[in-house]
């Protein structure tokens, strides 16, 4: 049975958010879900490296002060985890009901997965299903997280004075979040550019059929040109996104847009090859666009930049398209800059569904 209300945790690097999403008795099919609670509280460089909690004590403080601050219903929270120590395998499987399939992926992953990975945790995401002439597979994606690494974040949870009831792998939750409505009739390739990774999944009609995790992001791009013009991080940050990239000439902001140019073309790179993989491995239906979410894209020319390297057409995406927003919920902190909470409200759809 359906959950009617959820509630998200998004852990970034700069910010801990959290998104409470109402289902009403139908479900997150049959209506437009309503926001009804919303925080977001910064958290210092430092405590998260690469995706993974490393300062307990200061995230869950940060926990603490988003539940004071948000004034959520329940303590009972869905979180997400993305980043380099999840491995993610596109495979076919025996065909089983989906519950006696996920008793048997310990058994699998001893094939899937590359050896001397460690203690891990096991998932697998349907997509479809197809017939050989002895055999019935059900086709998806199996996840595989670092025990170790899900258990530092669900403990910064836990001593912020919250349960987790699921963890959640992050692509998989922005993917949800965007792909309903218009964009769930088209192949789009969701890219979500945060402070230190990026993620990357691909959806065919609503369903996601491939995903990567990259090991670039947004503070790359401010720490090289910090560097480059020898300035404090904080003035770096600033420079960025008041003069972008695709400046010319000997001006100071071509200098800028250079020093962006040089790191931001690996992120740029890296997201072209994994769509051409795609395409060439004929793992779906040829990508319709792309679309931006995350804190990282708010870098002006990046998306031109893009979509001159792929060929593909760009646009923001907006996780709040088919929500509705409930009186008293204060979004301001997030006005003009509202994809960034696109894992929270992604997170939140998870176990309503």
Do not use: C
């Amino acid at each position: 049975m359906a959950r009617t209300s959820t509630i998200g945790v998004d852990i970034g690097t700069s910010a801990v958010r959290a998104a409470e999403m109402s289902f009403g008795s139908g479900g997150p099919g049959k209506s437009d879900p309503t926001l009804t609670a919303f925080a977001e509280v910064p958290l210092p460089i430092g405590a998260l490296q690469d995706g993974e909690v490393v300062e307990t004590a200061v995230v869950a403080d940060a926990i603490k002060k988003l539940w004071d601050k948000g004034k959520f219903s329940a303590k009972e929270v869905v979180i997400g985890v993305g980043n380099q120590r999840v491995i993610v395998r596109e495979a076919d499987l025996p065909w089983q009901p989906l519950n006696q399939l996920k008793k048997t992926l310990p058994f699998h992953a001893e094939q899937l997965l590359p050896t001397g990975l460690g203690d891990v945790v096991v998932d697998f995401v349907p997509t479809g299903e197809r017939t050989t002439e002895d055999s019935r597979l059900v086709s998806g994606l199996f996840v595989a997280a670092i025990r170790e690494m899900v258990t530092s974040n669900a403990l910064a949870v836990e001593r912020g004075g919250l349960t987790p009831l699921m963890v959640d792998f992050t692509p998989l939750a922005i993917q949800r979040a965007l792909s309903r409505g218009e964009l769930g009739r088209y192949t789009v390739a969701f890219v979500d550019v945060g402070a230190r990774i990026s993620n990357l999944v691909i959806s065919e009609r609503g369903v996601p059929r491939f995903v990567r995790v990259l090991p670039q992001g947004g503070q790359d791009a401010t720490e090289a040109l910090a560097s480059a013009m020898n300035i404090a991080p904080n003035d770096a940050e600033r420079m960025k996104r008041r003069v972008g990239i695709g400046h010319q000439g000997q001006s100071e902001s071509a200098q800028v847009s250079e020093a962006l140019m040089a790191v931001t073309s690996t992120l740029v790179n890296a997201i072209r090859s994994t769509i051409q993989y795609y395409g060439t491995k004929g793992l779906g239906a040829p990508i319709d666009l792309i679309v931006l979410t995350g804190g990282g894209t708010k870098l002006d020319g990046f998306g031109q930049f893009l979509s001159s390297a792929t060929r593909l057409p760009v646009q923001l995406g907006n996780p709040f398209e088919r929500v509705k927003v409930a009186k008293g919920v204060n979004l301001e902190s997030i006005r003009g800059n509202e994809n960034v909470a696109t894992v929270a409200l992604g997170l939140a759809y998870g176990v309503a569904e």
